[in-house]
């Protein structure tokens, strides 16, 4: 099993950029696919991004290419998320979550066996 603490949330503009942290406590950590999903108020829990075990694949949502960067230390068991030139379209909740490197579905968030607690990201324009 694993357990996954977000951080790293909070209130910026437009423009700004973010970095979340994921600290997750644990054995074998290194063997689980990481993921990012978001969810704003009155929608469902959307895929972000996501990043193998190795680290040697990401994966991301059209709507954060080029502004996004999933990365891992596997060595510290965490997980980032740097979030640039935000968007107020990108206020939400945003949760990290881990899989089984079994299965390759990494944009689907029935696959990920263990959440973390979340953290509010909020953009304003």
């Known amino acids: 099993q694993v357990q996954l603490v977000g951080s790293g949330g909070g209130l910026v503009q437009a423009g700004d950029s973010l970095r979340l942290s994921c600290a997750a406590s644990g054995r074998a950590f290194s063997s689980y696919d990481m993921g990012w999903f978001r969810q704003a108020p009155g929608k469902e829990r959307d895929f972000v991004a996501a990043i193998s075990w190795s680290g040697r694949s990401t994966y991301y949502a059209d709507s954060v290419k080029g502004r996004f960067t999933i990365s891992r230390d596997n060595a510290k068991k965490t997980v980032y998320l740097q979030m640039n030139n935000l968007k107020p379209e990108d206020t939400a909740v945003y949760y990290c979550?881990?899989?089984?490197?079994?299965?390759?579905?990494?944009?689907?968030?029935?696959?990920?066996?263990?959440w973390g607690q979340g953290t509010q990201v909020t953009v304003s324009s």
């Open positions: 979550a881990a899989k089984s490197s079994r299965n390759r579905d990494y944009g689907i968030k029935n696959e990920y066996n263990y």
